[in-house]
Nanobody, 119 residues
Framework: QVQLVESGGGLVQPGGSLRLSCAAS????????MGWYRQAPGKQRELVAT???????HYLDSVKGRFTISRDNAKNTVHLQMNNLKPEDTAVYYC?????????????WGQGTQVTVSS
């Protein structure tokens, strides 16, 4: 059973920084693309950033230059460094990973972590 566990959310003032982390646990799996999504109240979930197993990245336009996604393939982890946070970044952030577990490949989601940007 593969699980994604997130950490690092919280309350921060505008202009501040947070670092989100997500770790995949289980056995007998391999990870392809990993990414972060977010969902603000009353809005649809949106893709924030993705990273391939080789390190190629893609970002939502509104976070380019402020957020950085990275991963550690040896530790099965993905991180999202968020700098210069804005109130509009407030949302629940979800980790996502494309995983092949025991011959079945599908997307997995973390439980979500709240990020609140407010003075």
């Amino acid at each position: 059973q593969v699980q994604l566990v997130e950490s690092g959310g919280g309350l921060v003032q505008p202009g501040g920084s947070l670092r989100l982390s997500c770790a995949a646990s289980g056995s007998g799996f391999s990870i392809y693309d990993m990414g972060w999504y977010r969902q603000a109240p009353g809005k649809q979930r949106e893709l924030v950033a993705t990273i391939t197993s080789r390190g190629s990245t893609h970002y939502l336009d509104s976070v380019k230059g402020r957020f950085t996604i990275s991963r550690d393939n040896a530790k099965n982890t993905v991180h999202l460094q968020m700098n210069n946070l804005k109130p509009e970044d407030t949302a629940v952030y979800y980790c996502n990973a494309d995983i092949n577990s025991l011959g079945t490949r599908r997307g997995y989601w973390g439980q979500g972590t709240q990020v609140t940007v407010s003075s």
